[in-house]
């Protein structure tokens, strides 16, 4: 059973920085999958935030902001949050997509609250 599991959100001011961390389990090829973090807030869709495999990529609004990398000896992604603004008050997801099969995996999300 594949189960993703964030954590690190919290209140932060804003200007400050904070770590994001995604543990995957039950995952055997994890240096295969897709990564990628989401994020969410109240009345808003879901909004791709970056994605890590062969290359990265971010969103406009937190490009040269955040960054994206992963461990997979520990199954993890990262996600380093820096500059951070009222604006990126979010639930943030992690999300899993395995090689040629149509599906993903969501995580259950960690809210992060920029607010002075």
């Known amino acids: 059973q594949v189960q993703l599991v964030e954590s690190g959100g919290g209140l932060v001011q804003p200007g400050g920085s904070l770590r994001l961390s995604c543990a995957a389990s039950?995952?055997?090829?994890?240096?295969?999958?897709?990564m990628a973090w989401y994020r969410q807030a109240p009345g808003k869709q879901r909004e791709l935030v970056a994605t890590?495999?062969?290359?990265?990529n971010y969103a406009d609004s937190v490009k040269g902001r955040f960054t994206i990398s992963r461990d997979n000896a520990k199954n993890t992604v990262y996600l380093q949050m820096s500059s951070l603004k009222p604006e990126d008050t979010a639930v943030y997801y992690c999300n899993a997509a395995p090689p040629r099969w149509n599906r993903v995996y969501w995580g259950q999300g960690t809210q992060v609250t920029v607010s002075s």
């Open positions: 039950g995952i055997i090829f994890f240096s295969t999958y897709n």
């Open positions: 890590i495999g062969g290359n990265t």
